[in-house]
């Protein structure tokens, strides 16, 4: 059973868990620094919630104001979430698009997605239309969408697979917080069309997750003072997980100062990984190995 973080290398990381898939790779040069069964696909458990940033993303580049829009989380939201705090309080609660794609990305919170869906429901906008074309244009040929979260939500908002590799390809488009700050924007950004203020929000969105878990559960530090570093909220401690595995992502300088890009499934299936403190610990070393690494 794994227990703690280890420190270990990268190649070292597949050995150790031959079950993961993972991609590592540098922000700044083509080509990968570690990978593992990188093109096998798996459910996106845990990631939807980024391509469904995305596709709102798109949305509020072409309706002026969007973001600031209200919505309402309803007790019909809240009790059909599974994940995130809104779920507990009552009464309903307005709050601005952005504040909400704010909290799907740090908490996962399933009501939120729900209400979100709801508003562009409400536009006459085909959601899972809109999210396969943002998939498409990207060149994310791995990631197979096969719906949306109606009934109920994990906070991931879009269903279907990916590969590691697919995940990598999707974190070098966006960016790293370098780029943004100087304005710079990559071929595949200009050719969406979307603009260095929205790249810059959505990395926003992923710089603000609580209470990290994953791949960035066992980086350096604390609180403010932990690695500076881009990620998603994490499923460890969600049912979900158990039925469809653990999916991760991680943005960060490494110990050299350069920025790399790691992505990483662990299966339901794994090997001797029964809790939530022995995904976090799997996960969390590779974030560390990811952290220690040089590019090669």
């Known amino acids: 059973m794994v227990a703690e973080v280890e420190r270990v290398t990268l190649d070292e990381c597949a050995v150790a868990y031959p079950h993961m898939r993972f991609t590592v790779a540098a922000a700044g040069s083509p080509g990968v620094v570690a990978e593992s069964r990188a093109e096998e696909p798996h459910d996106l458990a845990g990631i939807g919630k980024l391509l469904f940033g995305l596709t709102l993303a798109q949305l509020g580049e072409a309706g002026a104001g969007f973001f600031e829009r209200a919505i309402t989380v309803t007790a019909d939201h ?10 507990l309080m009552s009464g309903d609660l307005e709050l601005s698009v952005d504040d909400a794609l704010n909290l799907v990305f740090s908490t996962g919170d399933g009501a939120c997605v729900l209400a979100l869906r709801d508003v562009v429901d409400a536009e006459g906008v085909d ?3 809109q999210a396969c074309e943002v998939s498409a244009v990207l060149g994310l040929d791995s990631v197979r ?3 949306i979260e109606a009934d109920a939500s994990w906070g991931e908002g879009l ?3 990916t590969t590691t590799a697919a995940t990598v390809q999707l974190l070098r488009l966006l960016g790293t917080p370098g780029d943004l700050a100087s304005g710079a924007e990559s071929d595949s950004s200009r050719a969406w069309g979307v603009s260095s203020a929205m790249l810059r929000r959505v990395s926003g969105w992923m710089g603000k997750v609580f209470e990290p878990a994953g791949l960035a559960s066992a980086l350096p530090g604390y609180g403010p003072r932990r690695v500076p570093h881009q990620t998603l909220s994490g499923w460890e401690l969600t049912a979900a997980g158990a039925e469809r595995g653990y999916s991760s992502v ?3 300088p490494n110990q050299a ?7 990483a499934h662990l299966p339901p299936s794994s090997a001797g990984v029964v ?3 022995d995904v976090s610990a799997v996960l969390g ?3 560390l190995a990811a952290y220690h690494s040089a590019s090669r």
């Open 145 to 147: 969408l096969t719906g």
């Open 250 to 252: 991680l943005s960060l």
């Open 78 to 87: 809240r009790a059909a979430a599974r994940t995130g705090t809104l779920r």
């Open 127 to 129: 959601l899972f239309a």
């Open 285 to 287: 070393t590779l974030g």
């Open 257 to 263: 100062g350069e920025w790399v890009h790691v992505a």
């Open 159 to 161: 269903l279907g697979q």
């Open 275 to 277: 809790s939530p403190r």
